[in-house]
């Protein structure tokens, strides 16, 4: 997934009720986010792990209406 022309969310790891995410923008970063529990990226941009199963997630994201957002479907064998 990318949002605006520097960050991109890749997920690395999903567990029973949080996953792992790797967040490249001007420097990487590993975060863990839980269901339901907002994370801020960056000062205006936020995500939200909505959905979690055995290899799928859905994430949701506040952002402002002028960002670009490109989403992926990425697919995780299990």
């Keep these: 997934m990318k ?39 960056t000062d205006d941009i936020t995500i939200t792990l909505a959905y979690i199963d055995k290899c799928q997630v859905t994430l949701g994201i506040e952002a402002p209406a002028e960002m670009r957002i490109e989403r992926g479907n990425n697919h995780i064998s299990a």
């Design 3 to 41: 949002i605006g022309s520097d960050i991109i969310i890749t997920v690395m790891v999903i567990y029973e009720k949080k996953i792992m995410v790797r967040v490249q923008a001007p420097k990487n970063t590993k975060l863990n986010l839980r269901l339901g529990k907002a994370t801020p990226i």
